[in-house]
């Protein structure tokens, strides 16, 4: 099928409105979306799990194209990615809907949102890189939801960002379908992957997802594109948490992604429809940072939480510390401006150049006319 979202006359911001490439229609009549392993069958009029994805005429509509549910200058930390421009400022955003139904969402009002009104800040392709560069941004970061559902709006907004020297960040749950998750990653610079746990029970039941597709994702990304790839799991009291279940996270990712791959392990915090769940304690979180370590990981970390030795940076030689970080503050520094150790040499794992960025924890809305 011909790649309608890149004709200009497929897609307007004006209406938020754009044909999109990745559908077929059924012999009953029904349009079935093709973006993810979900695979919604919709009759005209109907939607799918996502929401902004929607058939429409006998073909599948993007509603949310050039609507956003906010613009923020962050961190990259906070994506979070720390070994990818470290320091730097990355002009984040996000749309509505998702295509993942996990009930511990921390972004549900934008993600489970079923009113399009969530969407109050319009803004082209162009005009979100040209904002990037006039605040300081190194790169643009679809994020808040999983930009998979938006993918059209992202690579249109990748392509101007790319035009324009800044790089292209994805946070997301990697629950895509292989050919459209090529066509997305070919204009990707650095991922955050969720992988939100290590069981098929617990994304069909908590997530509404499969593992074994995330996976097969993850697989993609580390060995057929150059995307800079980290991983973020959230550590849920009872669900994703045992030393086990760690383990052989771990070691899976070892094995089929490399000792390379940062880990990033964050506290959960009671939300949408997990509320009665505690908090995770920090021990938890230092534990399955020294499994990660043990299994082989060089980078794991600990997130949201205050942990100066678990957010750092050690060298994968020599041991010593060559990122200082106390939560998206930058402290010490022990890399060249190659990303090598200063104390052995070795080059640390990630995208480095020249000296930090300045950002620190700083975060700032942008408006759009």
């Known amino acids: 099928m011909t790649n309608l979202y890149a004709n200009a006359a497929a897609k307007s911001v004006e209406t938020g409105r754009a044909e999109t490439q990745w559908w077929h229609v059924l012999d009953d009549g029904r349009v079935q979306c093709d973006v993810c392993p979900r695979q919604c069958r919709m009759h005209d009029g109907q939607r799918g799990l996502c929401f902004v994805r929607g058939a429409e005429a006998g073909r599948i509509l993007l509603y949310s194209y050039g609507r956003s549910s906010g613009f923020c200058v962050d961190p990259i930390e906070k994506k979070p990615l720390n070994h990818f421009l470290p320091g730097s400022a990355t002009l984040s955003f996000g ?87 090529e066509e997305f990653f070919r204009h990707i610079d650095a991922a955050n992957v969720d992988l939100k746990g290590f069981t098929e029970d617990f994304y069909r039941r908590i997530c509404g997802a499969e593992l074994g597709a995330v996976l097969e994702t993850l697989e993609y990304i580390r060995r057929e594109t150059k995307t800079w790839l980290e991983l973020t799991t959230l550590l849920i009291p009872g669900h994703n948490d045992s030393e086990a279940e760690i383990d052989q996270m771990t070691r899976w990712v070892v094995e089929h992604l490399g000792p390379d791959v940062p880990m990033h392990f964050s506290a959960f915090h009671p939300d949408w429809k997990m509320r009665d769940v505690p908090a995770t304690p920090p021990a938890t979180l230092a534990l399955a940072r020294e499994i990660a370590k043990r299994n082989g990981v060089h980078h794991a970390y600990t997130g949201n939480v205050h942990d100066t030795a678990g957010g750092s940076t050690y060298c994968a030689g020599c041991g010593a510390r060559v990122i200082e970080r106390d939560w998206f503050q930058i402290g010490a520094w022990g890399l060249d401006d190659s990303g090598h150790c200063r104390a052995c040499g070795t080059r640390c794992a990630g995208v480095f150049d020249g000296p930090p960025g300045t950002q620190g924890a700083r975060r700032s809305p942008v408006a759009f006319s």
């Open 95 to 181: 749309t509505a809907g998702c295509n993942l139904a996990c009930k511990f969402c921390q972004n549900w009002d934008m993600s489970k949102s079923r009113e399009m009104d969530t969407l109050s800040a319009a803004a082209s392709p162009l005009a979100i890189a040209e904002a990037a560069r006039a605040n300081g941004c190194r790169s643009v970061a679809f994020t808040y939801n999983d930009p998979t559902v938006f993918m059209e709006y992202a690579i249109d907004t990748a392509e101007a960002c790319h035009e324009r020297g800044l790089l292209t960040v994805a946070v997301t749950a990697g629950y895509q379908c292989a050919g459209p998750r």
